[in-house]
């Protein structure tokens, strides 16, 4: 069956500019995780949807980043006057409830590179 | 709260060698670990998890990964080293239930003929 899937695959943008990431995550996960992946900070988790739960912002490294999921399926990282140091790679992954010992399935990830 | 440590940035091995890479956790509740793989330009793939049912946890393309509560570790191995294994690998610990995976910084496995 179908995976995750995110797009872009790339994003190059210039310092400022606002970007979009979306995650198509698969079908019936309640789950919904956003993570970052960077040379200097390895993967960080930025952001959790579970159901029609508020989601968990606790990993949004600022005021810039948001993110929201519509319907309960396909979720847009949004981050506004992009920085170069927001130049990473965002995986998106789901899984199908919320117990810590549910499998997250990852997305091939948007590599984000900001001129 | 959570932490995960992978003891070596790099691990380089011969085809055919045992592989062996290390993880240490810090959980103050009893941890759920995983160990997933990233192949160049790809998402990660689950290799194994331990969710308390048994210490030796066995996965994909012939690794396992044994539970050890007194030494807080979750290594994984693999007996023999194939060309397609190189990789980088990740351990993780899931926090509370509802939150999301703690990482460690991830091991490169270099794999020589």
């Known amino acids: 069956g179908a995976g995750v899937s995110q797009s872009p695959s790339n994003k190059v943008t210039e310092k400022g500019k606002d970007v979009e990431l979306r995650c198509d995550p698969i079908s019936g996960h309640t789950a919904l995780y956003w993570y970052r992946q960077s040379l200097g900070q390895g993967l960080e988790f930025l952001i959790y949807?579970?159901?029609?739960?508020?989601?968990?912002k606790s990993g949004l490294p600022s005021d810039r980043f948001s993110a929201e999921r519509t319907g309960g399926s396909v979720s847009t990282l949004t981050i506004q006057r992009t920085q170069q140091e927001d130049s990473a790679v965002y995986l998106c992954?789901?899984?199908f409830g919320q117990g810590n010992a549910d499998t997250q399935y990852f997305g091939p990830g948007t590599r984000l590179t900001v001129l | 709260a959570q932490s995960v440590t992978q003891l070596g940035s790099h691990v380089s091995v011969s085809e055919g060698a045992l592989v062996l890479l290390r993880c240490n956790y810090s959980?103050?509740?009893?941890?759920?670990l995983f160990w997933y793989v990233q192949y160049p330009n790809q998402g990660l793939q689950l290799l194994l998890k331990?969710?308390?049912?048994?210490?030796l946890v066995k996965g994909i393309n012939g690794f396992e990964a044994e539970f050890k509560k007194s030494e807080t570790s979750f290594h994984l191995t693999k007996p023999s080293a194939h060309m397609s294994d190189a990789a980088e690998y990740f351990c993780a610990v899931s926090a509370q239930a509802g939150t999301a995976l703690i990482f460690g910084k991830g091991t490169t496995l270099s794999v020589s003929s």
């Open positions: 331990y969710t308390s049912a048994a210490t």
């Open positions: 959980s103050s509740v009893p941890p759920y």
């Open positions: 992954a789901s899984s």
């Open positions: 949807f579970q159901g029609n739960s508020a989601p968990d």
